[in-house]
């Protein structure tokens, strides 16, 4: 099993549309943005069957500095999160 960079990306979406590569990375690229920007504001992207992007908080914890062992606190953030949908899911059992 591989993985799928950008351009191999472009390329299988323009062949799927039945369309020019630069359509389908302008696609890609207003996709990707788009989900960026309002997972960023806190706004859910919720895909019925793929999946839904989120904005999570994740608490502040104690972590371990790996060259030194030396404990450390790792401050409290945001981070986005996938839930993968219950079709997306079972495609992959």
């Known amino acids: 099993m591989g993985s799928l960079n950008k351009a191999q990306l472009i390329e299988k979406l323009s062949k799927e ?8 990375e302008r696609f890609l690229d207003c996709f990707v943005d788009t989900v960026q920007k309002n997972v960023k504001r ?18 502040a914890r104690m972590g371990r500095n790996p060259q030194t062992g030396k404990p450390l606190k790792i401050p409290a953030s945001w981070v986005p999160k996938f839930r993968p949908g219950s079709e997306f899911k079972s495609l992959c059992n």
Do not use: Y
């Open 42 to 59: 806190g706004h859910d992207i919720k895909l019925v069957g793929f999946g839904t992007f989120t904005k999570a908080k994740r608490k």
């Open 17 to 24: 549309m039945n369309t020019t590569k630069a359509d389908a």
